[in-house]
């Protein structure tokens, strides 16, 4: 955490010094005060208090203007310190891989983006002001009273033990509580963020109640652990008010006896003393909120450097030069277990070699792995045995940015963001021309309906894409990835909600419009598939038959399968 601090070193210097200012003046108020009372009231001398009283408003003023420019500095590193670490977390939890986002779950990077962070930013421009206030505050607090009378000193002296040990005897205690609130604010962001993405589901479900019941639980439990810590605290005050009272007592009783005894000690010294002895206890006080806020941010800035301490599961490779078929993708004995390999192996030893600009169709009854499969060509899962090569290179010896650049993948689940439909589409090559967007909807029979819509192609999509129709969403994916510049092509069943007609129509502006592209497409329609060059049928995470169209219907018992069952729904329908 240290490095995000070094950029504004020169503000965690001067936020204390000017707080040293703001203390000593301060800490010169109670003598100044004393000075009145002895000098001036009790001895009727009102030019003395006129004296005395502009002084103390001199020093106000001064120690102001030191406060303001302490707190100014320190919010200038706090909100810069706070600033970087959100870019650096946000940028580390972007390289994430699938299977890492997974583990540490949405709704806890979301807390630790927002929540555990501000925690530690909060400590930060706590400690740079109160930190030295604090130490300043005793130490010439402690000063100031041996100047007063060494007795007063002894009597903060007997104080201080009963302070220190109230402080670390709730410390001790609420300190392991600190994480245990992060985890339940986990536990709030997920179900909250599962659900309020989730919304349509929820209602067409009216599982409503079940769900406000599943957010209560949540919710209650961070309520009850909150509960906890501040009722726990809420203890510490009053402790050290007796401490902090039984110790004026104390001052009061010296003072009253030395006052009878000894000429030394005025009433204006004792009232002095007491407000001394205040600054001092409390100051303790104020360092136990401190240590409180650093328990805390300590808690998160565990959190928060778990995600930076995680290293990218697919890191780059080594960029090794043995690429020579461009356009080429490759399988050699590939097989794929998921990280954590609950659900067992998916894929088992699959060989196969795509040539560069032909079309290959995966078809496969659902849950056989054609997603995994094609996942592994952009490297969003590493194969566990075997190679995935790409233009004749393992996709592990790229650069991961180099190999995905390549790659143009219209995912199963599509993706849109709310922003216009032109900027959706011109999101992989930001600086296409309208011309250039325009072909690429037309050729994803995407241009009529957008033309059609309100604002045509300045249209405002909505978050995640809610204001378009399913086929609507399929079709600006298509653009967005035929736009991008790209060497092969990757539709997951990325046409399954168009009708029959609009896809061939885009099947066949897809031979036009990018012959040279290599393409990979998976689809559980016949019709989708019988013009692909060649057909892969997938069995139970493994190579069934692969052939064209025509060629399976003769001798894969499987694709005849899924044909005849298709034509008898057909002829039903
Ligand atoms: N992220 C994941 N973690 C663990 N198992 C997974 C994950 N994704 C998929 N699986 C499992 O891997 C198997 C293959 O899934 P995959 O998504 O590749 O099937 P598919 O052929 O694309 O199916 P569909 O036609 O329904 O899209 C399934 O049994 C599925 O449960
Ligand atoms: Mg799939």
């Known amino acids: 955490m240290k490095k995000y601090l070094k950029p504004y070193w020169i503000f965690c210097v ?13 800490l010169l108020q109670p003598d100044l005060m004393a000075q009145i009372v002895d000098k001036g009231v009790l001895a009727h001398d009102v030019s003395r208090i006129l004296s005395v009283g502009v002084k103390m408003i001199l020093f106000t003023a001064l120690g102001g203007l030191s406060g303001v420019l302490s707190g100014v500095f320190a919010n200038i ?8 670490l959100r870019k650096d977390l946000f940028s580390r939890i972007m390289s994430l891989s699938f299977q890492q986002t997974d583990r540490f779950t949405t709704g806890s990077l979301v807390t630790r983006l927002s929540n555990d962070t501000t925690q530690v930013q909060t400590f930060i421009g706590l400690a740079i002001r109160g930190f030295v206030r604090n130490i300043v505050m005793f130490f010439g607090g402690v000063v100031m009273l041996l100047r007063l009378s060494p007795r007063f000193a002894l009597v903060a002296a007997c104080g201080l033990p009963f302070v220190g040990a109230t402080v670390v005897f709730f410390m001790k205690k609420a300190s392991p ?11 709030v962001n997920n179900v909250m963020q599962e659900n309020v993405a989730g919304a349509r589901v929820v209602k067409a479900y009216v599982k409503e109640d079940h769900e406000l019941g599943r957010f209560d639980a949540a919710n209650d439990a961070l309520c009850a652990t909150n ?23 104390g001052v009061i009783l010296v003072g009253g006896i030395t006052v009878k005894t000894d000429g030394g000690v005025t009433p204006g010294s004792v009232m002095a003393a007491i407000t001394y002895l205040s600054q001092i206890l409390m100051g303790i006080g104020f360092m136990a909120n401190i240590f409180q806020t650093f328990t805390r941010a300590k808690a998160s800035a565990e959190r928060v450097n778990e995600v930076l301490r995680e290293s990218p599961a697919i890191a780059d490779g080594a960029e090794k030069e043995t690429e020579t078929q461009t356009g080429t993708v490759e399988f050699r004995g590939v097989s794929f277990t998921y990280p954590g390999g609950a659900g067992g192996e998916v894929l088992h030893g699959i060989d196969l070699r795509i040539r560069k600009g032909e079309t290959l169709a995966v078809i496969g009854a659902t ?7 094609v996942q592994l060509i952009p490297r969003f899962y590493d194969a566990t045995a075997g190679q995935v090569l790409v233009d004749g290179r393992d996709v592990r010896d790229y650069k991961t940015e180099e190999l995905r650049k390549k790659i143009s993948f219209v995912m199963q689940k599509t993706e849109l963001y709310s922003r216009s439909i032109e900027e959706n ?19 994803a029979q995407a241009d009529a309906f957008i033309c059609d819509a309100e604002y045509g192609y300045y249209t405002p999509v909505t978050e995640g894409g809610h204001s378009l129709s399913g086929g609507q ?54 019709a989708t598939v019988q013009h692909a060059d ?11 038959a692969i052939g064209a169209h025509e060629e399976l219907l003769r001798t894969s018992p499987i694709y005849q399968d899924i044909y005849a069952s298709q034509l008898r729904e057909g002829g039903a329908a």
């Open 425 to 443: 589409i011109r999101w992989g090559k930001p600086d296409a021309s309208p011309e250039e967007t325009k072909a690429a909807a037309a050729a």
């Open 367 to 373: 849950g056989c792995g054609k997603s995994t499969l």
């Open 534 to 544: 060649r057909i892969l049928v997938m069995e139970n995470g493994s190579v069934a």
């Open 14 to 26: 001067l936020a204390p010094l000017f707080m040293v200012g703001e203390v000593c003046m301060d």
């Open 473 to 526: 969403k399929q079709r600006i994916s298509i653009a967005r990835a035929l736009l991008k510049p790209h060497e092969i092509l990757i539709f997951d069943d990325s046409t399954s909600a168009l009708d029959l007609k609009t896809e061939a129509a885009l099947t066949k502006a897809l031979r036009e419009s990018d012959p040279n592209a290599t393409k990979i497409i998976v689809a559980q329609r016949i």
């Open 77 to 84: 590193a706090s909100q810069g310190f706070g600033n970087d």
């Open 227 to 249: 509960l906890r810590v501040q009722t726990l605290l809420a203890y510490m005050g009053p402790c050290m008010n007796i401490v902090l009272n039984l110790c004026v007592v």
């Open 177 to 187: 509580l600190f994480r245990v609130v992060q985890e339940k604010l986990d536990g």
